[in-house]
């Protein structure tokens, strides 16, 4: 099916929040692996990277993710890797190769366990020569932008991203 006019194509960019940021994340390593087109952009909401739970957010936010521990890791990275390694580079990027992929914007809360991996993994992408944009947003739990309507933070943060997508998609 063919594009409209002033649309991009769903090949154009990819994004997700929590697992489906890791998994956008993670398809567009293995697109560049393959060498297949790779996407325009990638937006990743709170992807949850650290397959280990090994990052220092995940002790010191522990009191205030009520979404993601250490434990809820532990007991659901099984069940998403699907007998691979937890350092497995499609599964965790934060071992991965991510130079040549195209523009990288990952949010997250400060409040989030996450915010650990969702750093390194920026400044790995940065160190890899990959333009990334990285908001961390003040006292915002996991995936925040699911409860979009109800703050203005949350509105604004996806506001933020359809800009951001626009200028990198050109539309």
Known sequence: MAARPGFPTVEDRLA??????NIATGAALALKLDNRPLPAAVVAFSPWYD?????????SNAG????ISRQLVH???PMFLGGRSPTDPLANPLYANPAGLGPLLLTCGDDETLLDSVRRFAALAKES???VALHVADGMPHA????AG????????????G???REKLDT
């Open 16 to 21: 997700g929040d929590s697992a489906g940021g």
């Open 51 to 59: 397959m280990e739970a090994n990052g220092p957010t995940f002790d």
């Open 64 to 67: 205030v993710d009520v979404a």
């Open 75 to 77: 007991a659901v990275a």
């Open 129 to 131: 020569g990959v333009e």
């Open 144 to 147: 925040f932008q699911l409860l």
């Open 150 to 161: 109800r703050l203005p933070e949350m509105d604004a943060s996806i506001a933020e991203t």
């Open 163 to 165: 800009k951001w997508l």
